[in-house]
């Protein structure tokens, strides 16, 4: 049974920076693609960025050059760097996992929220 645990998220003013943790428990974490949403009120859940088991990462435009997605195997952790965050950054911050290539994320963390506000 696989689990995730996102810390890391809290209040932060426009042009600051915070580091989102995910740790894994429960099966082998290097078999795993693993990748960050988020969901703002109202709106839909969207992608992130993505770092797959052998570190193939992407990551969407809107964070492209302002995120910064890594993964330690010896830790079971992904971790999401974020600078220069702005108000429309604010959201749950969701890591998921999934052992396929493509397709829909097996796990879901409970997610940590990230607010962007002066």
């Known amino acids: 049974q696989v689990r995730l645990v996102e810390s890391g998220g809290g209040l932060v003013r426009p042009g600051g920076s915070l580091r989102l943790s995910c740790t894994f428990y429960g099966r082998s974490f290097v078999e795993y693609n693993m990748a960050w949403f988020r969901q703002a009120p109202g709106k839909e859940r969207e992608f992130v960025a993505y770092n797959s088991m052998s570190n193939y990462i992407y990551y969407d435009e809107s964070v492209e050059g302002r995120f910064t997605i890594s993964r330690d195997n010896a830790e079971n952790t992904v971790s999401l760097q974020m600078d220069d965050l702005k108000p429309e950054d604010t959201a749950v911050y969701h890591c998921?996992?999934?052992?396929?290539?493509?397709?829909?994320?097996?796990?879901w963390g409970q997610g940590t929220q990230v607010t962007v506000s002066s």
């Open positions: 998921a996992a999934r052992s396929s290539a493509m397709g829909q994320y097996d796990h």
